[in-house]
């Protein structure tokens, strides 16, 4: 046995490196089991197996493993904040047009749904809050949720809309629908009624339409938009906004100057209740556009 030993010994003393052979030789005369059992753990600790995961909760830079990485929850807090141009977007004040007319919106909703993350080397996107359907409504916009990533956020997506397919109950008449779902009934409405479906976005107010542009003829003006035909998909990249963070803050602006860019104020009707409209078309082009990244 003593043999045996000796040869055992002096195989673990040429596979360990130099730094610990002092530590064996030290133990050279301890039983069999009781250095095998040392053996294994000098070996263990020159080999780093940890996570090496960025993304992970217990990342080590020196870690050479996947296998042992740990992933938490993130806190997500998503914000729309509605503006025109460069200033924050208020109801009832006055804004300016690109031609000089004044305008002030009385009421605006918007709605969006499907909100979901793309992540790196991922073809899929993965949604992250339990609200479907969320609607901006006369303010700034805010949803909290929770998030577990693997991997780099890429891409937030969400569609500007709500797809009838998957939301075609009737809220006048659904027993599905309960009052505090921002699918409810609305005042004013978001709801078609005579069409069926929701209205993407509405906008509402006052506009000049003087020849003098000098506020003598404000006039009511209501824009009504989408049908099925307008649902719109939109995806932001994030660029690293996140990375490294215990929470997701994504903070995101939706310029009305933008949503109206191109819109006639002096010819043709102001009032229009028509997804199919040139001009509730133009406005749900527009949205793609309308919505970025501010912080």
Same mark, same amino acid.
């Given at each position: 046995?003593?043999?045996?030993?000796?040869?055992?010994?002096?195989?673990?003393?040429?596979?360990?490196?130099?730094?610990?052979?002092?530590?064996?030789?030290?133990?050279?005369?301890?039983?069999?089991?009781?250095?095998?059992?040392?053996?294994?753990?000098?070996?263990?600790?020159?080999?780093?197996?940890?996570?090496?995961?960025?993304?992970?909760?217990?990342?080590?830079?020196?870690?050479?493993?996947?296998?042992?990485?740990?992933?938490?929850?993130?806190?997500?807090?998503?914000?729309?904040?509605?503006?025109?141009?460069?200033?924050?977007?208020?109801?009832?004040?006055?804004?300016?047009?690109?031609?000089?007319?004044?305008?002030?919106?009385?009421?605006?909703?918007?709605? &969006?749904?499907? /909100? =979901?993350?793309?992540?790196?080397? *991922?073809? %899929?996107?993965?949604?992250?809050? #339990?609200?479907? @359907?969320? $609607?901006?409504?006369?303010?700034?916009?805010?949803?909290?949720?929770?998030?577990?990533?693997?991997?780099?956020?890429?891409?937030?997506?969400?569609?500007?809309?709500?797809?009838?397919?998957?939301?075609?109950?009737?809220?006048?008449?659904?027993?599905?629908?309960?009052?505090?779902?921002?699918?409810?009934?609305?005042?004013?409405?978001?709801?078609?009624?005579?069409?069926?479906?929701?209205?993407?976005?509405?906008?509402?107010?006052?506009?000049?339409?003087?020849?003098?542009?000098?506020?003598?003829?404000?006039?009511?003006?209501?824009?009504?938009?989408?049908?099925?035909?307008? &649902?719109?998909? /939109? =995806?932001?990249?994030?660029?690293? *906004?996140? %990375?490294?963070?215990?929470?997701? #803050?994504?903070? @995101?602006? $939706?310029?009305?100057?933008?949503?109206?860019?191109?819109?006639?104020?002096?010819?043709?009707?102001?009032?229009?209740?028509?997804?199919?409209?040139?001009?509730?078309?133009?406005?749900?082009?527009?949205?793609?556009?309308?919505?970025?990244?501010?912080?």
């Amino acid at each position: 046995m003593s043999n045996i030993r000796h040869i055992f010994f002096e195989s673990i003393m040429r596979s360990l490196s130099s730094k610990n052979q002092h530590i064996m030789k030290r133990f050279s005369n301890l039983p069999h089991l009781v250095l095998s059992l040392l053996t294994l753990t000098l070996s263990y600790s020159c080999k780093n197996d940890g996570c090496n995961d960025p993304i992970a909760f217990n990342y080590d830079p020196e870690g050479t493993s996947e296998e042992t990485c740990l992933y938490e929850p993130k806190e997500v807090q998503f914000s729309v904040n509605p503006v025109f141009g460069d200033e924050t977007l208020v109801i009832d004040k006055d804004f300016t047009l690109d031609d000089g007319r004044s305008i002030k919106f009385t009421y605006y909703g918007v709605y &969006l749904s499907n /909100l =979901s993350f793309l992540e790196k080397d *991922l073809d %899929d996107t993965q949604p992250w809050s #339990d609200q479907d @359907v969320m $609607l901006l409504r006369n303010n700034e916009f805010e949803i909290n949720a929770s998030y577990l990533n693997k991997s780099e956020i890429t891409e937030i997506h969400f569609d500007i809309g709500v797809d009838t397919a998957i939301y075609d109950q009737d809220p006048t008449t659904s027993d599905l629908i309960t009052d505090d779902s921002p699918l409810a009934i609305q005042v004013p409405s978001m709801y078609w009624g005579w069409a069926g479906g929701y209205r993407f976005i509405s906008i509402e107010g006052e506009v000049d339409t003087s020849a003098a542009m000098d506020g003598s003829a404000m006039v009511p003006f209501a824009f009504h938009c989408g049908l099925p035909a307008n &649902l719109k998909s /939109l =995806s932001l990249p994030l660029n690293g *906004l996140n %990375d490294n963070k215990s929470t997701i #803050d994504l903070s @995101v602006s $939706l310029d009305f100057e933008v949503l109206l860019d191109e819109v006639s104020f002096t010819s043709g009707d102001l009032i229009i209740h028509s997804g199919m409209h040139p001009t509730t078309v133009k406005i749900m082009n527009n949205s793609v556009s309308a919505f970025e990244i501010s912080n």
